[in-house]
C-alpha cells in the first residue's frame, strides 16, 4: 500500500489566518488504519491557543457579521469549486487517515461535502425574515442575525462530512468558526484550511486540532456563541451541559441502534443491497447504521440464506482499491472494541451467521480490518440489540407483524435512523410514522443528501442538520416591532 500523494510531515494550528505550532510546540501522530504506518504529526492545541482561536473569530465578526448575503454566498460557491479540483486530493487523504474505500470517498465523502456548501449557498439567498401586522397597528419585523463565534467538534467516522454539514451553514449565516476535528482524522480538514482558508477572511475560519481530553475540553468551556457536536452520546451530554451553563445553544448529533426492517413482500435485490448499505458502508462506523436488522418470521430462512452469501462475497481489502468494498476499521481499539461485543452476544446466547472475526489475508493483518458480521438468534433486550457497536456487525432479530416490528424498533433509547423494505406503501408509511427516529428509509438505507432533514430523536440528539433550518440554528433572531398608529396606548393618560 504505497501512499499515492505528497502530505505535510507536519500539520499546525489554522488561527487568524495564520498556520502556527501549538504555543507549547506540543503534536500528535495522526496514522493509516489500514497499515498502521505513521502518515503525519498534528498539533496538540492548548487552551491558549484555543483561546487565541476564539479571540480572532472575535476580531474578524463585526465586518465578517456585516457581510452580504450575496457575498458569503458566492465565497461559498467558490469554496466548492475549488474543492471539486482537488477532489482526488482529499479522498485520497481521507481514505489514507480514516481507513474507508475510495470508492466511498471519492463519490460519497467528497462529492456530498461539495455539494453542501452549494447548498448553503442557495439557502442563503433564500433566508428571509419575516413582516407581519400583529394586534392592530402593531408591524413586527423579523430579521435574521449571525450569532458570533462558534465551536464546533466533529467525530473520525466522516471527518470531510461532517465537517462540510457544520462549516457551511456557519459561513453561510455570518458566523466565525473555531473546529476541532478528531485528532484520529483531521488531516483532511486541515488540507481543506489549507485550500480554501484565504477565501475567507482571516479569523472567520479557525482550525484547532487536539485531543477531545484537551483542544475538545478547552473549547467545549470556552468563550463561544454556540456549540456544535457530532459524537458520542457520552460527550454530547457533556456538551449539552457546558452550553447551559453559559445559556448558548447546543445542537447534537450523537449515537443510534437505528432498526433496519424486511418484510416478506420486499423486493430481494433492494432488500440485500439494504441490509448491506446499513451496517457495512463505511465499515459499519455510522451513527445511523441499521444495526438491528428486524426480519419477518416468514422471510426470515430465505433472507439469511441471501444475506450470508450477499456478506461472504464483500471484499474487503486495501482502501485505496477501487474495487475495495470494506476498508479498515478507524483503529485497533475500536476493532477490539467491536471483537468483544462480538463475544457479549455469544455470552447472551447469540450465534454468528457469518463473518465475526478479523480478515488477515495477505497484508491485512498489519490494519485494523475485520469480516462483514451477522449475529442471529438475538432478541432486543440483549446488549448488542440495545447498544451502539459501530462496526459491521448486524444483529438479526425477527418479527411477527407491524405492531410487533414497531413495538421493537421503539425498544431502544436511541432514535435516528432506520429502514423499512416492503412494496406496500401504507405499510411503509405505517412503519415510517410508527418508528420514533428522525430518518427512516424505504427501500433504501444511508442515504444522505443535503435538502432533507438529519438528526435525532431521544438520546440521538438535538436538532437537524443537512437542510435549509440549520442555518436558523446558526443566527439569533432580531424582532423589531413598529407602531404604526398615531395615538398613544392610552394605559397613562396626561387629563
Ligand atoms: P467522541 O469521544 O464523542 O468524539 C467525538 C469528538 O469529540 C471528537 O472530536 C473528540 O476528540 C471530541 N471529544 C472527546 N472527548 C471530548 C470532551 N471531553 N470534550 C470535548 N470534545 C471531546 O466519540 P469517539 O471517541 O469518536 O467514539 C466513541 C463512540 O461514539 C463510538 O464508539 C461511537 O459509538 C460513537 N460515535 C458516534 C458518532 C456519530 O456520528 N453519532 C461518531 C463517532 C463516534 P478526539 O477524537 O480527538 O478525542
Ligand atoms: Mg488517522
Request: with cysteine; hydrophobic share 40%.
Amino acid at each position: 500500500m504505497s501512499i499515492p500523494i505528497d502530505l505535510q510531515s507536519t500539520y499546525q494550528l489554522y488561527i487568524g489566518g495564520q498556520w502556527r505550532d501549538a504555543s507549547d510546540g506540543g503534536t500528535l501522530t495522526t496514522y493509516n488504519p489500514a497499515t498502521g504506518d505513521k502518515l503525519a504529526d498534528i498539533a496538540q492545541a492548548t487552551q491558549e491557543d484555543v483561546e487565541a482561536a476564539v479571540a480572532a473569530g472575535r476580531a474578524a465578526f463585526p465586518t465578517w457579521s456585516k457581510t452580504t448575503a450575496q457575498e458569503r454566498s458566492q465565497i461559498l460557491l467558490d469554496i466548492a469549486d475549488i474543492l471539486e479540483e482537488n477532489q482526488e486530493l482529499l479522498a485520497t487523504v481521507e481514505t489514507l487517515d480514516n481507513g474507508k474505500p475510495i470508492r466511498e470517498t471519492s463519490t460519497v465523502d467528497i462529492p456530498a461535502s461539495i455539494d453542501h456548501f452549494r447548498y448553503f449557498a442557495g439557502v442563503l439567498r433564500a433566508d428571509e425574515g419575516t413582516a407581519t401586522m400583529v394586534d392592530g397597528s402593531m408591524l413586527s419585523v423579523v430579521l435574521h442575525e449571525p450569532l458570533g463565534v462558534v465551536g464546533q467538534i466533529v467525530p473520525w467516522n466522516f471527518p470531510f462530512l461532517m465537517g462540510a454539514w457544520k462549516l457551511a451553514p456557519a459561513i453561510a449565516a455570518g458566523d466565525c468558526i473555531v473546529f476541532k476535528p478528531s485528532s484520529t482524522t483531521s488531516l483532511s480538514i486541515l488540507e481543506f484550511a489549507r485550500l480554501v482558508g484565504d477565501k475567507l477572511p482571516a479569523g472567520v475560519l479557525n482550525v484547532i486540532t487536539g485531543s477531545g481530553s484537551k483542544s475538545g475540553e478547552y473549547l467545549k468551556n470556552a468563550d463561544v456563541d454556540k456549540l456544535a457536536f457530532t459524537g458520542s452520546t457520552e460527550v454530547g451530554r457533556d456538551i449539552a451541559l457546558a452550553a447551559a451553563k453559559k445559556i448558548i445553544p447546543a445542537t447534537l448529533e450523537l449515537g443510534g441502534k437505528s432498526a433496519n426492517a424486511f418484510f416478506d413482500d420486499c423486493d430481494r435485490d433492494l432488500a440485500i443491497e439494504g441490509v448491506q448499505l446499513g451496517i457495512l458502508f463505511n465499515q459499519g462506523q455510522v451513527c445511523c447504521a441499521g444495526s438491528r436488522i428486524f426480519v419477518q418470521d416468514t422471510f426470515y430462512d430465505e433472507f439469511m440464506e441471501l444475506v450470508t452469501k450477499a456478506f461472504t462475497k464483500v471484499k474487503v481489502g486495501d482502501p485505496l482499491d477501487p474495487t475495495t468494498q470494506m476498508g479498515a476499521q478507524i483503529n485497533e481499539g475500536q476493532l477490539k472494541k467491536i471483537l468483544s461485543y462480538v463475544e457479549i452476544g455469544e455470552s447472551e446466547g447469540a450465534k454468528i451467521a457469518v463473518g465475526g472475526h478479523r480478515a488477515t489475508e495477505g497484508d491485512l493483518g498489519k490494519g485494523a480490518f475485520l469480516e462483514p458480521t451477522l449475529l442471529v438468534d438475538v432478541d432486543n433486550k440483549m446488549r448488542v440489540a440495545q447498544e451502539e457497536i459501530f462496526g459491521p456487525v448486524g444483529v438479526v432479530i425477527k418479527f411477527h407483524d407491524e405492531a410487533d416490528l414497531i413495538e421493537k424498533a421503539n425498544d431502544s433509547v436511541y432514535g435516528l435512523g432506520g429502514g423499512v423494505f416492503t412494496q406496500d406503501l401504507g405499510r411503509a408509511l405505517r412503519v415510517a410514522n410508527g418508528i420514533h427516529t428522525g430518518r427512516v428509509w424505504v427501500n433504501t438505507y444511508n442515504q444522505i443528501p443535503a435538502g432533507a432533514p438529519f438528526g435525532g430523536y431521544k438520546e440521538s440528539g438535538i436538532g437537524r442538520e443537512t437542510y435549509k433550518s440549520i442555518l436558523n440554528a446558526y443566527q439569533q433572531v432580531k424582532n423589531i416591532m413598529i407602531n404604526l398608529g398615531t395615538e398613544p396606548a392610552g394605559l397613562y393618560p396626561q387629563d
